[in-house]
């Protein structure tokens, strides 16, 4: 028997249609709901409403499960390159050896970006943070390529467009870095794959010639990897919400990159170092601070800790965490705040507060290690997700527009005045 779900509200009953996922998640279709009732849902944050169907990635937030296009992140960190994933994310499947070298090949093709953008970029000042610079840019690239404002183009553009994303932002975030640190930049060598090219455009100076390291390159690969998707986050959200009103997809990927940037979202592997070094300027004492996250009057948080969907290991976190212990050894660095990280990590585990809560390391409590380790600045990390994640916006954004899916706007529950008269300004109290 198939499953119905009613509403009983003032008298009559509603319908409402019972959708069932390929991994037996349950829906209730309330999309009619308020033609049929005037009645709205409720749900501040969208803490338990779906807002769309999708096939890209599966997480279960109970058991800390999560896999791209049905593919366990585990195996994907193990065995894919990047560009892979990428490509499995936006195209649905795993590349051919063709596919992916057309794909890779058309991305070192589109490596080098219009000079004029950097002339943008020489007006932000040195303390811009790489973010702002990076999502501003980006942007620009709306204004180099007007046809991406067309939303009827045809697919070989869009493709295009996906193509000069991925082949650009390596290059712009590089340059993002070196305004900062107030050094010229480097441009893109096609020769080197994907990691390795953003490590060199990072990294070299015209006095020196950055040497790639194969367990930084590698260890990279896999940071982008974890970071790839995660269904539909803030910034996936944001992506979704803004190609809803056909905007440039340049726009778009900007957007998300904004929205990845607060301390709630992808900020939180800069703020998880930054509350590291505070612990360890403060004599080390972990404990003190497991009792202000706790305390609910100070607004102090446990970054890296907690996550709206994961009432477990983030597998992620659990990857990362193996991965920081290899990356250091190989390296040879012996980073004092992976000690700190480890005993906040335990004493918060066995936390009554913590336990209860379900609050366990997310994504971002290890990575910002493994980037210190690979020598990436913490005003980078945010940028580092941001590279990860794009092949999963642009998927969530080409699955929102090819369903045709109608603009994003949400009801509100009004909570304000009621008509009243305008009050002259001599009137007033
Ligand atoms: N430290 C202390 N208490 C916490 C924390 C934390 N990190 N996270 C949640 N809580 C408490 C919170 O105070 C609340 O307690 P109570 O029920 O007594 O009011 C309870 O746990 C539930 O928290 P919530 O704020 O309702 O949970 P949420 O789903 O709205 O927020 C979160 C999720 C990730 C924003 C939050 O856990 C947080 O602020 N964590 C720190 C920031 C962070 O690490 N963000 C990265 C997330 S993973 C990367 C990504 O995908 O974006």
């Not at 994504?363 to 980078?380: C, N, Q, T, W």
Request: hydrophobic share 40%.
């Amino acid at each position: 028997m198939s499953k119905r779900a009613e509403l009983h509200f003032d008298g009559n009953v509603y319908e409402l249609p019972v959708l069932e996922g390929t991994e037996n998640e349950i829906a209730l279709d309330i999309s009619k709901l308020r033609a049929q009732s005037g009645l709205i849902t409720l749900d501040v944050g969208f803490k338990n409403t779906g807002s769309t169907p999708s096939a890209i990635t599966f997480l279960n937030g109970e058991k800390g499960e999560l896999r791209y296009r049905g593919y366990s992140i585990e195996e994907l960190a193990d065995k894919a390159s990047f560009l892979e994933v990428a490509y499995l994310l936006i195209y649905g499947e795993l590349p051919t050896e063709d596919q992916l070298t057309k794909f890779d090949t058309g991305i070192r093709n589109h490596t080098l970006v219009h000079s004029d953008v950097l002339e943008i970029m020489r007006g932000f000042p040195a303390s811009a943070h790489p973010m702002g610079v990076l999502s501003s840019l980006i942007c620009s690239l709306s204004a180099f390529y007007p046809n991406s404002l067309d939303p009827y183009r045809p697919a070989e553009e869009v493709d295009l467009t996906i193509t000069r994303l991925m082949a650009k932002l390596p290059t712009i975030a590089a340059w993002s870095y070196k305004n900062e640190m107030g050094h010229p930049v480097n441009y893109p060598d096609n020769n080197l794959d994907y990691c390795s090219n953003f490590l060199k455009m990072m990294f070299s100076l015209p006095t020196y010639e950055y040497e790639i390291d194969p367990v930084v390159a590698d260890a990279l690969n896999k940071l982008l990897i974890l970071h790839a998707d995660h269904e539909q986050n803030c910034s996936a959200a944001t992506v979704r919400i803004v190609g809803s009103a056909h905007s440039s997809l340049y726009t778009v990927i900007a957007g998300g990159i904004n929205s990845l940037w607060g301390p709630l979202h992808g900020g939180a592997n800069q703020a998880v170092i930054e509350m590291l070094e505070m612990i360890a300027a403060d004599g080390g004492d972990v404990d003190k601070y497991v009792l202000k996250a706790k305390d609910r009057d100070d607004p102090f948080r446990l970054m890296g800790f907690g996550h709206r969907v994961y009432r477990n290991f983030d597998p992620r976190a659990r990857i990362i965490k193996k991965s920081c212990d290899d990356v250091l050894e190989k390296l040879g660095v012996d980073d004092p705040m992976l000690e700190i990280a480890k005993k906040l990590e335990q004493v918060a585990l066995e936390d009554e507060y913590f336990v209860s809560r379900k609050l366990y390391p997310n994504v971002d409590f290890y990575s910002g290690i493994i980037y210190r380790a690979l020598g990436i600045p913490k005003e980078m990390f945010t940028v580092m997700f941001a590279l990860g994640r794009l092949p999963g916006w642009i998927a969530q954004w080409k699955e929102m527009r090819e369903a045709n899916q109608p603009i994003g706007r949400p009801r509100q529950l009004y909570t304000g005045y009621t008509l009243r008269p305008y009050v002259p300004i001599e009137e007033r109290a």
